[in-house]
């Protein structure tokens, strides 16, 4: 079984910045074995596959909007995933998830077994 935790969310200016972090135990297996990545949910909207990354690091990045803004990054030592936002923008306004599973990354939300409960995100003014 593995928990995954997030936190950092909070309201923001636009153009400001957030760090998002999920911080994930396990029992029976490795942690190191999990691809991490993260999703966000707008009201309304379906579950979007934001940006991912494996055990070695190798990072995907799902949103064309994002790409030059959010950064994945991991620390195995700590078995935490983070997720650095800037030039936050309205739009990115969402409950921000991290998922876990084997494998590789994927956009996919069903794809993944494990989920963190959700940190808000909200950009206003």
């Known amino acids: 079984q593995v928990q995954l935790v997030e936190s950092g969310g909070g309201l923001v200016q636009p153009g400001g910045s957030l760090t998002l972090s999920c911080t994930a135990s396990?029992?029976?297996?490795?942690?190191?074995?999990?691809?991490i990545a993260w999703f966000r949910q707008a009201p309304g909207k379906e579950r979007e596959g934001i940006s991912c990354?494996?055990?070695?690091?190798?990072?995907?990045v799902f949103v064309d909007s994002v790409k030059a803004r959010f950064t994945i990054s991991r620390d195995n030592a700590k078995n935490t995933v983070y997720l650095k936002m800037s030039s936050l923008e309205p739009e990115d306004t969402a409950l921000y998830y991290c998922?876990?599973?084997?494998?590789?990354?994927?956009?996919?939300?069903?794809?993944?077994?494990?989920w963190g409960q959700g940190t808000q995100v909200s950009v206003s003014s």
């Open positions: 990354i494996t055990v070695r690091g190798f990072t995907a």
């Open positions: 396990a029992s029976g297996f490795s942690l190191d074995e999990l691809v």
């Open positions: 998922a876990a599973r084997r494998g590789v990354c994927n956009a996919y939300a069903p794809r993944y077994d494990y």
